[in-house]
Each structure stands twice: as structure tokens, then as C-alpha cells.
């Protein structure tokens, strides 16, 4: 109870505030995502058809190089480079419109955020602020609310997005040559078990 008081009365003294990752925390913030779900679900459709249209341009090439060169069909090459620059267009405008739309959203759900804590904030008895430093309340207002928009809209989100696109590409390449597919494939468990044997060091 002492620290807890002096935590609250001294500017020099924080509160405990790191906790570990929990569900609950979870569900609490993706209350606010589910407000614009058919604008993520939009997104999501964007960035799928993206990367299949993204993907085509491998097989454009391939038929290029195996067909077009060797017969030196130069309509069909002309004609597999159009389909090319079409295929690049429509992916790089998809995805473009998709990072705007989720750039969009998260800046919504910080406002939601905002505007709840002010709510909650002109609910709270005088108490509250007389026990604590001014600038601790902003910071809680401004900073960590900032960090929940970047987990969300740089994070959660694209995270989701991402891991769309892994699929996607994995199929993909399983389609073209399955056993070049397992030997790329085959080095995923070796990157992901350094990745979380260097991120308690980060």
C-alpha cells in the first residue's frame, strides 16, 4: 500500500504497468476492430486479390522464357509483357488501396479509443487527479493510446494480412514445382525458432 501511494503522489514513481500478453486484453481491443469489420473484410479481399494477380507474373515470365523466346514469337512475348505490367498495376493499386483503408481504420479506432477514455476520464472523481502528477495521466492519454493505434493498424491487422499472403504464395508455389515448394518450405521451423530465440534478447 506505501508504494502503491508512493507510486501515485511522486512524479519520480511509476506504477506498474507491464503485464504480460492475455486474451482479455485481446478481445478488449478488437471490440473496436469488429466496429469496422466490412471495411477490414474489404481489405482482406483487396490484398487476396492482390497477391493471386501478383502471382501471375512468375507464370508470365515462365511462359515467356520456355515458349515465346525459344520460338521467337514476339507477339506472344508482346502480349505476355502487357499482361505483365497489367498484373503489376493491379497489384501495386489493390494494395495501395488496401494500406488506405487500414491506415483508416486504425486512425478510427483511435479516435474511439480517445474519445471513451475522455468519457471514462470525466467520470472519475477528483480524487483520482489530486492523487497523481498531471503528466502521468497524459501520458496514459496520449502515448500508450498511440501505441495501441500502432498495434492495431501495424501489427494485428497486418499481421492478419500478411499471413493471407504467406498462404496464397505457398499454394502458389506448390502448384509450380512441389519439390522446390518443400525445400523453401522446409526452412520456415529454422526462422521461426531464431526469431523467438533472439526476441527475448531484443
Same mark, same amino acid.
Given at each position: 500500500?506505501e508504494?502503491m501511494?508512493?507510486?501515485?503522489?511522486?512524479?519520480?514513481?511509476?506504477?506498474?504497468?507491464e503485464?504480460?500478453?492475455?486474451?482479455?486484453? +485481446?478481445?478488449?481491443?478488437?471490440?473496436?476492430?469488429?466496429r469496422?469489420?466490412?471495411?477490414?473484410?474489404?481489405?482482406?479481399?483487396?490484398?487476396?486479390?492482390?497477391?493471386?494477380?501478383?502471382?501471375?507474373?512468375?507464370?508470365?515470365?515462365?511462359?515467356? +522464357?520456355?515458349?515465346?523466346?525459344?520460338?521467337?514469337?514476339?507477339?506472344?512475348?508482346?502480349?505476355?509483357?502487357l +499482361?505483365?505490367?497489367l498484373?503489376?498495376?493491379?497489384?501495386?493499386?489493390?494494395?495501395?488501396i488496401?494500406?488506405?483503408?487500414?491506415?483508416?481504420?486504425?486512425?478510427?479506432i483511435?479516435?474511439?479509443?480517445?474519445?471513451?477514455?475522455?468519457?471514462?476520464l470525466?467520470?472519475?472523481?477528483?480524487a483520482?487527479?489530486?492523487?497523481?502528477?498531471?503528466?502521468?495521466?497524459?501520458?496514459?492519454?496520449?502515448?500508450?493510446?498511440?501505441?495501441?493505434?500502432?498495434?492495431l493498424?501495424?501489427?494485428i491487422?497486418?499481421?492478419?494480412?500478411?499471413?493471407?499472403?504467406?498462404?496464397f504464395?505457398?499454394?502458389?508455389?506448390?502448384?509450380?514445382?512441389?519439390?522446390?515448394?518443400?525445400?523453401?518450405?522446409?526452412?520456415?521451423?529454422?526462422?521461426?525458432?531464431?526469431?523467438?530465440?533472439?526476441?527475448?534478447?531484443?
Amino acid at each position: 500500500k506505501e508504494a502503491m501511494t508512493l507510486a501515485r503522489n511522486r512524479f519520480d514513481v511509476d506504477e506498474e504497468l507491464e503485464s504480460p500478453f492475455n486474451f482479455d486484453n +485481446l478481445k478488449k481491443v478488437m471490440v473496436y476492430v469488429v466496429r469496422y469489420k466490412w471495411s477490414m473484410i474489404f481489405a482482406l479481399l483487396l490484398s487476396a486479390v492482390g497477391s493471386v494477380v501478383g502471382l501471375t507474373g512468375p507464370l508470365l515470365v515462365q511462359r515467356a +522464357l520456355d515458349v515465346a523466346i525459344p520460338e521467337k514469337n514476339v507477339p506472344y512475348l508482346v502480349q505476355l509483357a502487357l +499482361l505483365l505490367t497489367l498484373t503489376i498495376i493491379v497489384n501495386i493499386g489493390f494494395n495501395t488501396i488496401r494500406m488506405v483503408i487500414v491506415a483508416k481504420v486504425g486512425q478510427n479506432i483511435i479516435h474511439d479509443i480517445r474519445k471513451d477514455l475522455f468519457d471514462h476520464l470525466q467520470a472519475l472523481p477528483f480524487a483520482y487527479y489530486d492523487n497523481r502528477p498531471h503528466g502521468k495521466i497524459l501520458v496514459r492519454v496520449v502515448h500508450y493510446v498511440n501505441n495501441v493505434s500502432d498495434a492495431l493498424s501495424n501489427g494485428i491487422l497486418n499481421f492478419i494480412i500478411e499471413i493471407i499472403n504467406i498462404i496464397f504464395i505457398i499454394v502458389f508455389m506448390f502448384q509450380v514445382n512441389v519439390l522446390l515448394a518443400a525445400v523453401t518450405v522446409a526452412g520456415l521451423p529454422v526462422v521461426a525458432g531464431f526469431t523467438l530465440l533472439i526476441k527475448p534478447r531484443q
